[in-house]
Every structure is written in structure tokens, then in C-alpha cells.
């Protein structure tokens, strides 16, 4: 099987990944229930994922009912699971390659918007390959989810992941679009559909407690320098702000992102009352097709 530009290491490091995130995600999984703390979750995957020698991609998603991405909790964070629709988002990686995947544990009843973001992640698995405009793998997508009476989430999409980039190109839409760039071998690529009963468009809430080193550059504040040192050291990949020591973390925080040193990602949601599942598999685009690296994490049954 040939990967076009990819070498055999970094083939190697995309499928370690890969096995790494499957055995994180389906014991994570299993600790979701009423009563049990999102910090819990949270920190038990990114230890699991330390202790296997590999690194954390980017902060556990942990995605509540109307929320569809960067939701991760704060440091002292006591909030606890309900009866609710919870979207969980693991990200690996093995010397900079990335495993991406995700999937929905719901205590709504509503099990049929589950199985919509389901099922279309296994028709956008079929459709993709070597040659395939990434706009007919959304149209893929988009088909399903509107076949079982729901909406897509129309503005986020899926990407490609390359060595310590984590959200690349080329973007994979959840809708369908005519004219596209297509698929090439060696591209590996996290295809994530997002169902929804709501208008299908999500928006910034007011929440944000993931951050990215956006431009390194010299400060001044003592705390906004210790903080900086510690940013320095995760390859430039997101990260949790429950992930850094110190006193006066957010102050922090707050300084380098007015300096432009590091961005904050609020957490997307859509409007209103309303719910939102997720599902995501990650991808190598091979000459003759692709192969999933985080196959064991839906069951496609």
C-alpha cells in the first residue's frame, strides 16, 4: 500500500498514534455517567495517553448538549455529567503525527442523532479517497444527517493533521459543495460530521479555557514570562489553561493574549435549546483508498 509523500516513520507514528487514541477514547468513554466529573474524564485520558509515551494533541474536548467543540474544563472545575448528550474529542500524537477522533455518549434519549453523525462518518469514510473532491465527501455526509430529519452544523468542518498541526488542510465540510479541492495520497485527514437539531451554525459562547502560541514574543509581566516558558514547551499545539503552574495563571493569560502572544478558543455552540452529536474518525489517504488509524472507536454495526 503506498502513501504517496509519506515515509514509513511517519506512516508508523500516524497508526501508533492512532491505537493509542482507541484505547484512551474506549476507556474514557466508559466513565461517563451522571455524577461523575468532566475534570475526571478529562484528566484520567491525558494521563492515560502521558503514560503511554505519547503526547496530547490538544486538551480533552468534553462537549455538553448544545456545545460542539473546545469545551474542556478549568482547573478546579467541579461541573458533573447529567442526563445529557456529551460529545468527547481526543487528540494523540506520536512525535508530532496526529490521531483526531471523537465520539457521543448520550443520557437524552435521543438516539437517533447519535446514530445520524454515525452514519454519516461511515458514508464519508467510503466516499474518500485518492482523487475525491472533499466537497462530495461532505455531500456524503450532509445526505445522511438530513435523511434522518436533522441538521448538519453547516460551519465547522473536518481538516487535515500533519506533524505537531493539529487543524491543517485541506477542510472537509459537513455539507455538500460543487466545486472542491480533492483528496491526495499521503494527506491524513480528520473527518468529523456534527448533527444537530438546532439551525445547524454555531457561535462563540462566552467560555474559554483553551489557548494556542500564536506569535513568540518578548514580554515584560514577571507572571506573563513564566507562563510564556511553559507555553514554549508544547510544540506549539493547544493546550488547557489547567495545564499551567503557577500563581496568577489567567492574569496571565489574559496579558499574552493582549499582546497577541497566544489566542483563546471559546467554546462553539449552537443557539437556544438544543442538541448536538459528534462523531470523527481519522484518515491516511492512500493511491488506492484510505485507511482509518483510529478504527476500534465506532463500530459501524
Known amino acids: 500500500m503506498s502513501y504517496g509523500d509519506l515515509d514509513e516513520h511517519a506512516v508508523d507514528c500516524y497508526r501508533e498514534a492512532g491505537e493509542i487514541l482507541v484505547e484512551t477514547m474506549n476507556e474514557a468513554r466508559e466513565m461517563i455517567e451522571p455524577g461523575v466529573t468532566h475534570l475526571e474524564v478529562a484528566e484520567y485520558a491525558e494521563d492515560r495517553i502521558r503514560e503511554a ?3 496530547i494533541a490538544f486538551p480533552v474536548n468534553i462537549s455538553v448538549d448544545e456545545e460542539a467543540s473546545h469545551a474542556t474544563p478549568g482547573r478546579d472545575d467541579d461541573t458533573t455529567f447529567g442526563e445529557e ?4 474529542d481526543i487528540g494523540v500524537h506520536v512525535d508530532g503525527y496526529i490521531a483526531d477522533a471523537a465520539v457521543t455518549v448520550d443520557y ?3 438516539d ?3 446514530e445520524a453523525s454515525e452514519s ?6 467510503d466516499e474518500a479517497g485518492p482523487g475525491v473532491p472533499v466537497g462530495e465527501v461532505g455531500r456524503a455526509i450532509e445526505e445522511v444527517i438530513r435523511g434522518y430529519g436533522f441538521t448538519p452544523v453547516l460551519n465547522l468542518s ?3 493533521v500533519q506533524q505537531y498541526d493539529a487543524h ?3 477542510n472537509v465540510p459537513n455539507r455538500g459543495v460543487d466545486r472542491s479541492v480533492e483528496l491526495e495520497p499521503g494527506q491524513a485527514i480528520a473527518i468529523e460530521p456534527f448533527a444537530t437539531d438546532g439551525r445547524g451554525k454555531v457561535g462563540e459562547g462566552a467560555t474559554e479555557e483553551i489557548f494556542e502560541l500564536e506569535r513568540d514574543r518578548s514580554v515584560r509581566d514577571r507572571r506573563a514570562r513564566d507562563v510564556l516558558e511553559q507555553v514554549r514547551e508544547l510544540d506549539g499545539l493547544p493546550f488547557a489553561a489547567r495545564w499551567l503552574e503557577g500563581s496568577g495563571v489567567d492574569m496571565a493569560l489574559r496579558r499574552l493574549k493582549q499582546r497577541d502572544v497566544v489566542k483563546g478558543y471559546p467554546v462553539l455552540k449552537e443557539d437556544g435549546d438544543c442538541l448536538v452529536s459528534q462523531a ?3 484518515l491516511l489517504v492512500t493511491e488506492d483508498g484510505c485507511e482509518v488509524t483510529t478504527e476500534g472507536i465506532h463500530s459501524f454495526d
Open 158 to 160: 473536518g481538516h487535515g
Open 168 to 170: 491543517t488542510g485541506p
Open 85 to 88: 448528550m456529551v460529545c468527547l
Open 120 to 125: 454519516a462518518l461511515e458514508a464519508a469514510v
Open 53 to 55: 509515551d505519547a503526547g
Open 108 to 110: 437524552t434519549g435521543n
Open 112 to 114: 437517533e442523532l447519535v
Open 280 to 282: 470523527e474518525h481519522t
